[in-house]
T-cell receptor, first 115, second 114 residues
Framework: AQKITQTQPGMFVQEKEAVTLDCTYD???????LFWYKQPSSGEMIFLIY??????QNATEGRYSLNFQKARKSANLVISASQLGDSAMYFC????????????FGTGTSLTVIP | DTGVSQNPRHKITKRGQNVTFRCDPI?????LYWYRQTLGQGPEFLTY????????KSRLLSDRFSAERPKGSFSTLEIQRTEQGDSAMYLC????????????FGEGSWLTVV
């Protein structure tokens, strides 16, 4: 079974609007971390935001927030006030306590911000 | 620049040749990772070092692949007798500690085997 599922291959958003990128995960480990990375065309994976499985509040980092719904095993990324520079691939990833040296990545969502 | 550095950034090689990629992690990070990313996919774990010790290897890391981190600083990933299926981006990442922290990636090394 896939550890991380991203069902949106591509998304479009109008500049200055908010957009939600979906991510669901599968694990039986009670302790895990969820991450979002941005990958522009240059190739570098840029860390955006982290959510621990025991965190009570949703993580926020500037314009990025993570909508963590533990019972549904979802960890959606919300980008507010989209900018042209947000156009990139976005990857959701998970690290489990028991396999802590491996990050499991989804297949990514390509986001295009329209002027 | 104090980020993870990888070189070469691009490599085109003929099938059957050997290639080597180098990764210089963030200086205070003792953990180092190699991932592989093919088109349309997310990165896949290859191997992990803590200091100079290679502690984990994925099944993806065939006998033709070898990674080293001789002094616990930079690392090399060598692919022997390259095959077309090895064409991918090879990403290096580093971290300071595993609990609660993310890993920081370099810009990757693109390999094309012709």
């Amino acid at each position: 079974a896939q550890k991380i599922t991203q069902t949106q291959p591509g998304m479009f958003v109008q500049e200055k609007e908010a957009v939600t990128l979906d991510c669901t995960y599968d694990t039986s480990d009670p302790s895990y971390g969820l991450f979002w990375y941005k990958q522009p065309s240059s190739g570098e994976m840029i860390f955006l935001i982290y959510q621990g499985s025991y965190d009570q509040q949703n993580a926020t980092e500037g314009r990025y927030s993570l909508n963590f719904q533990k019972a549904r095993k979802s960890a959606n990324l919300v980008i507010s006030a989209s900018q042209l520079g947000d156009s990139a691939m976005y990857f959701c990833a998970m690290r489990e306590r028991d396999t802590g040296n491996q990050f499991y990545f989804g297949t990514g969502t390509s986001l295009t911000v329209i002027p | 620049d104090t980020g993870v550095s990888q070189n070469p950034r691009h490599k085109i090689t003929k099938r059957g040749q050997n290639v080597t990629f180098r990764c210089d992690p963030i200086s205070e990070h003792n953990r180092l990772y190699w991932y592989r990313q093919t088109l349309g996919q997310g990165p896949e774990f290859l191997t992990y070092f803590q200091n100079e010790a290679q502690l984990e290897k994925s099944r993806l890391l065939s006998d033709r692949f070898s990674a080293e981190r001789p002094k616990g600083s930079f690392s090399t990933l060598e692919i022997q007798r390259t095959e077309q299926g090895d064409s991918a981006m090879y990403l290096c990442a580093s971290s300071a500690r595993i609990s609660g922290n993310t890993i920081y990636f370099g810009e990757g090394s693109w390999l094309t085997v012709v």
